[in-house]
T-cell receptor, first 109, second 111 residues
Framework: GEDVEQSLFLSVREGDSSVINCTYT??????LYWYKQEPGAGLQLLTY?????DMKQDQRLTVLLNKKDKHLSLRIADTQTGDSAIYFC?????????FGTGTSLTVIP | DGGITQSPKYLFRKEGQNVTLSCEQN?????MYWYRQDPGQGLRLIYY???????QKGDIAEGYSVSREKKESFPLTVTSAQKNPTAFYLC??????????FGNGTRLTVT
């Protein structure tokens, strides 16, 4: 299987920006995804980026992709307490999805 | 509203009993998936099915079984052979080359 890596924890103060990082392994992935999981719930698709793009912005969310380093990041501007959750990056490889371990974001009021 | 429904939300069983988790989707998706989630380990694929009456083992299929008799339904049975069945189970579906859509999960506790 593919090895998608994320740091486990991140804490930020309300109003600051959060940056969640991810490294992936399959250079042939066509899409890379960010999902959000709130406690006791399933995963909700936040955003995704096509592999031939460097950046995608969607309101408070900015996704950056560095294909050379196989590095993906999710920036959340003006982080709110409602953004506290676990964030997963995922890639598709060989018709299967591979998920990172998830980064638990805590927003401090 | 289209979506994926997992039931029940919480399930309690005694060790040695088989238990079946339900997953239904009305998104007309061809593919369906079962994942297991344990704290700090992300999601691990148990089984997946690309079409009706066909399914493949994922990374941790031992102790689990599935069926795909209808496009909308992909039930997962946790058998007594599964050594550590207590976990959060997530069902997902998608169409070809599109993102996964997830249900809200079933938390299974086996004592």
């Amino acid at each position: 299987g593919e090895d998608v890596e994320q740091s486990l924890f991140l804490s930020v103060r309300e109003g600051d920006s959060s940056v969640i990082n991810c490294t992936y392994t399959d250079s042939s992935s066509t899409y890379l995804y960010w999902y959000k999981q709130e406690p006791g719930a399933g995963l909700q698709l936040l955003t995704y980026i096509f592999s031939n793009m460097d950046m995608k912005q969607d309101q408070r969310l900015t996704v950056l992709l560095n294909k050379k380093d196989k590095h993906l990041s999710l920036r959340i501007a003006d982080t709110q307490t409602g953004d506290s959750a676990i964030y997963f990056c995922a890639e598709i490889g060989g018709n299967q999805f591979y998920f990172g371990t998830g980064t638990s974001l805590t927003v401090i009021p | 509203d289209g979506g994926i429904t997992q039931s029940p939300k919480y399930l309690f069983r005694k060790e040695g009993q088989n238990v079946t988790l339900s997953c239904e989707q009305n998104l007309n998706h061809d593919a369906m998936y079962w994942y297991r989630q344990d704290p700090g380990q992300g999601l691990r694929l148990i089984y997946y099915s690309q079409i009706v009456n066909d399914f493949q083992k994922g990374d941790i299929a031992e102790g689990y079984s599935v069926s795909r008799e209808k496009k909308e339904s992909f039930p997962l049975t946790v058998t007594s052979a599964q050594k550590n069945p207590t976990a959060f189970y997530l069902c997902a579906s998608n169409s070809y080359n599109s993102p996964l859509h997830f249900g809200n999960g079933t938390r299974l506790t086996v004592t």
